[in-house]
């Protein structure tokens, strides 16, 4: 007999049929509406606001401040993933401080929103208000994902 048939064989009767991983259409359908449901949300104007009230506030520095439906809190997705202001200025990195700046094709320019509500730079880094949340005026910076509060936005 042939030995890597053999092996085969010995090893197919090892490996129970059970743990074969079945094709699951109705969760593939469901994982591709939510992910349509993010796309489609992501390109409407609107406040990115912390669990805390704040809002993201595009002003040179990016801040959060009290919510206050000006135009400056105001933001949505490009269908290249920059995160646009409602100034039609881009979210962008000096460092690791949140800026605003005239909307470029460069990696720094580019964000994506998670379905959990992170928003992550093209660094791999998310979107973080830098310490009280309950503070205006608090600067917004990058930092390793975490999913705490100060990087969820809503």
Known sequence: M????????ALACLVPAAQATQFNPQALQTMQQAGKALAAQATIL?????ASGK???????????NCNGTPAQNWKFSPGWQFVSQGGTCL????TSA???????ADRFIWKPTPEGALVHSSGKCLTASSDL????????VAPC?????????
């Open 55 to 65: 809002c993201l506030n595009a002003g040179g520095v990016v801040t959060i401040e």
């Open 2 to 9: 042939n030995k890597p048939l053999v092996v085969f064989a």
């Open 134 to 141: 309950n503070r205006a005026g608090v600067m917004v910076t």
């Open 99 to 105: 800026t605003v700046a005239a909307c470029q094709g």
């Open 146 to 154: 975490n999913g705490s509060p100060a990087q969820i936005w809503k």
């Open 46 to 50: 609107r406040p990115y606001k912390l």
């Open 92 to 95: 962008t990195l000096i460092g």
